[in-house]
């Protein structure tokens, strides 16, 4: 029977398996970065903006840690090429000095080819008492489970996490430069007076314009994580930018709330809607009630949205479905597909956006001419802690909500 000879190299190390674990992570956290890349760009196209400050220097750190990765895979490249070469001529040689192996097990197809194997080598066929033999040969079946200490378990990224970092309202506001810690807003409190003359040499009328000021205090917002070097040096995607990105997600998210809470706390009340499912006459009506108070207080200056939590979905979509069975004030309906943070539709030409921030049970309608926010992001910083081997992250910023009038903030409130 043959025998098959094998080629072993003393001395040579086994790093395959290095290399190919050290690449596999390399390319896991390339990838990483680049899909996160990916979805601030995603981000901004969706929302029709350029990349704000925060995301290009989010954006330029992963670049640059791509970059030094890339600097890191030369030499393996070179290495990983010096190995394959090597396998190509170690098989070749190998090749050379193997005979034909013996055949190690024996499957029959049928009961009848065993039977007929059993006569012959019954006979003194040689070959058929072979296979016969093989086939009876105890043999010890090798599976997944008696080596699971080299059966690596897959990481697939990006990270899954469920959070709502759009910033609706903040957003059609348009966040100013915040100009320091305390600031004012001039704001005239009382007009001048013209009146008919009541009679010829008789005194006109007379009245003194008062310009007070709406007073605008900067509030901080932030967090930090403190990471170990340990997590950052073997986690796969990185760690650092799924925190900072976290981090940042959370303030868009308190931001938008602390804009909700002050425009809502001093909001005029508007047409409530009743009880029960409401129709579209319901809702357009509470909507034109609101247009008809934002523009007798601002004797239309500026322009208004309304916003709405995504719980009041399940009351509005229903009556204004996608195609309307007769002309609707709402020409385009709501799709349910389409729903998502942000401009979902319009009713009676009235933008309709939805909102994570918005309370229960109530649709807000802002008008750019009443309302301001003041915003300064200072974004994410780090410090390395030596003694613990350990890296400090925070995130922060600066932001004001600012009423300015609060006649032109309506609050539409549903009765449960």
């Known amino acids: 029977m043959a025998t098959v000879q094998t080629l072993v190299l003393k001395g040579t190390p086994q790093m395959?398996?290095?290399?190919?674990?050290?690449?596999?992570?390399?390319?896991?956290?390339i990838d990483g970065k680049q899909q996160f890349i990916e979805t601030l760009l995603e981000k901004a196209q969706k929302e029709g903006?350029?990349?704000?400050?925060?995301?290009?220097?989010?954006?330029?750190?992963?670049?640059?840690?791509?970059?030094?990765?890339?600097?890191?895979?030369?030499?393996?490249?070179?290495?990983?090429?010096?190995?394959?070469?090597?396998a190509s001529k170690l098989?070749?040689?190998?090749?050379?000095?193997?005979?034909?192996?013996?055949?190690?097990?024996?499957e029959y197809r049928s009961a009848?080819?065993?039977?007929?194997?059993?006569?012959?080598a019954g006979v003194g066929n040689l070959e058929a008492a072979e296979r016969v033999e093989l086939f009876h040969r105890a043999a010890a079946h090798q599976t997944t489970t008696d080596n699971p200490g080299i059966i690596p378990a897959p990481i697939?990224?990006?990270?899954?996490?469920?959070?709502?970092?759009?910033?609706?309202?903040?957003?059609?506001?348009?966040?100013?430069?915040?100009?320091?810690?305390t600031w004012t807003r001039p704001k005239v409190t009382q007009h001048t007076s013209v009146a008919a003359q009541s009679a010829e040499k008789a005194e006109l009328t007379s009245?003194?314009?008062?310009?007070?000021?709406?007073?605008?205090?900067?509030?901080?917002?932030?967090?930090y994580v403190n990471v170990s070097r340990q997590d950052m040096d073997w986690s796969q995607p990185g760690i650092m930018d799924i925190v900072v990105q976290d981090l940042a997600a959370q303030y868009a998210v308190l931001t938008e709330a602390n804009a909700?809470?002050?425009?809502?706390?001093a909001a005029t009340a508007g047409l409530a809607l009743p009880t029960g499912a409401n129709t579209a006459d319901q809702l357009a009506a509470s909507l034109w009630d609101a247009a008809s108070k934002i523009y007798t207080s601002t004797k239309g200056a500026g322009r208004f949205a309304a916003f709405m939590p995504?719980?009041?979905?399940?009351?509005?979509?229903?009556?204004?479905?996608?195609?309307?069975?007769v002309p609707s004030s709402s020409p385009g309906g709501f799709n349910a597909s389409d729903f998502s943070s942000g401009l979902v539709g319009q009713i009676s030409g009235i933008p309709i956006y939805v909102s994570a921030g918005v309370g229960a049970s109530r649709i807000l309608v802002v008008s750019t001419a009443g309302a301001e926010v003041y915003e300064d992001r200072i974004g994410s910083l780090s410090v390395t802690e030596p003694s613990v081997l350990g890296v400090q992250v925070a995130y922060a910023g600066y932001f004001t909500p600012l009423v300015v009038e609060s006649t032109a903030i309506i609050k539409i409130t549903k009765t449960p």
């Open 260 to 265: 909700f809470t002050t425009f809502d706390a």
């Open 156 to 181: 697939l990224g990006p990270v899954i996490n469920f959070i709502d970092s759009n910033r609706p309202l903040v957003t059609f506001l348009g966040p100013r430069q915040l100009p320091s810690k």
């Open 207 to 223: 009245q003194k314009m008062v310009i007070g000021s709406v007073t605008g205090t900067a509030v901080t917002l932030g967090g």
């Open 310 to 325: 995504p719980a009041m979905l399940a009351s509005v979509g229903p009556v204004f479905p996608p195609v309307p069975a």
């Open 91 to 106: 098989a070749t040689i190998t090749q050379l000095q193997t005979r034909e192996a013996p055949q190690q097990e024996v």
């Open 112 to 120: 009848g080819e065993y039977l007929c194997d059993r006569w012959a």
């Open 49 to 86: 903006r350029d990349l704000n400050s925060h995301e290009l220097e989010l954006s330029k750190r992963a670049r640059d840690e791509i970059t030094a990765l890339h600097e890191q895979l030369d030499p393996m490249l070179e290495t990983q090429r010096i190995a394959q070469d090597s």
């Open 16 to 29: 395959g398996s290095n290399i190919d674990g050290m690449l596999g992570r390399y390319k896991a956290e």
